[in-house]
């Protein structure tokens, strides 16, 4: 199985702030890479598939990038209702594995 | 309204059996592939199960030849059919739609039910 990495596993930022959760595959995985916001208690949330297709009514805000076996999730502003926690997941191969997650908690 | 909603779950002693059910609007079941991914208390996401369009299905291996994934078509919903549960098996399990133009990115999700297996 393709196993998926994430850094940091957690990290503290200020509303406002521009933060990147960096995403990394153990073999290359072309484009098939997804991000998910999750809060506690709550279902997943999908933001971006094909690491850089924004789903529908996701704010412009995330936005992603990355190709082969780097990828990188980057909220331009972070807003108090992106406190959550963000998973990377890749479906280039089966069967689909997600990152660890990061954690983005208030400073 | 694209969406799944979620039921069955609870407790369930060791060896047992179990069966969670998802029903979807807004799309047909039959015409897309649809999953199970699980959660763990406090750990991270793992995929489960998937059954395509046209029938095949695919397990993780953890849970191969103990969970059947099927579907209804004519009440458009499906199932996670699980059997000889474990102790490990104890996890939140969302069903989802894999994304008709990327197969493997989920989305929606259901709401998640609660399995846990304890004696």
């Known amino acids: 199985d393709i196993q998926m990495t994430q850094s940091p596993s957690s990290l503290s930022a200020s509303v406002g702030d521009r933060i990147t959760i960096t995403c990394r595959a153990s073999q290359g995985i072309n484009n098939w890479l997804a991000w998910y916001q999750q809060k506690p208690d709550k279902a997943p949330k999908s933001l971006i598939y094909?690491?850089?297709s924004l789903q529908s009514g996701v704010p412009p805000r995330f936005s992603g990038s990355g190709f082969g076996t780097d990828f990188t999730l980057t909220i331009s502003s972070l807003q108090p209702e992106d406190f959550a926690t963000y998973y990377c997941?890749?479906?280039?191969?089966?069967?689909?594995?997600f990152g660890g997650g990061t954690r983005v908690e208030i400073q | 309204e694209v969406q799944l909603v979620q039921s069955g779950g609870g407790l369930i002693q060791p060896g047992g059996s179990l069966r969670l059910s998802c029903a979807a609007s807004?799309?047909?079941?039959?015409?897309?592939?649809m999953s199970w991914v699980r959660q763990a208390p406090g750990k991270g996401l793992q995929w489960v199960s998937v059954i395509y369009s046209g029938g095949t299905t695919h397990y993780a291996d953890s849970v191969k030849g103990r969970f059947t994934i099927s579907r209804d078509i004519s009440k458009n919903m499906f199932f996670l059919q699980m059997n000889g549960l474990r102790a490990e098996d104890s996890a939140v399990y969302f069903c989802?739609?894999?994304?008709?133009?990327?197969?493997?990115?989920?989305?929606?999700w259901g709401q998640g039910t609660l399995v846990t297996v304890s004696s």
């Open positions: 807004g799309f047909s079941v039959s015409h897309n592939y």
């Open positions: 094909a690491a850089s």
């Open positions: 989802a739609r894999d994304y008709p133009s990327s197969p493997g990115f989920f989305d929606p």
């Open positions: 997941q890749q479906y280039n191969t089966h069967p689909p594995t």
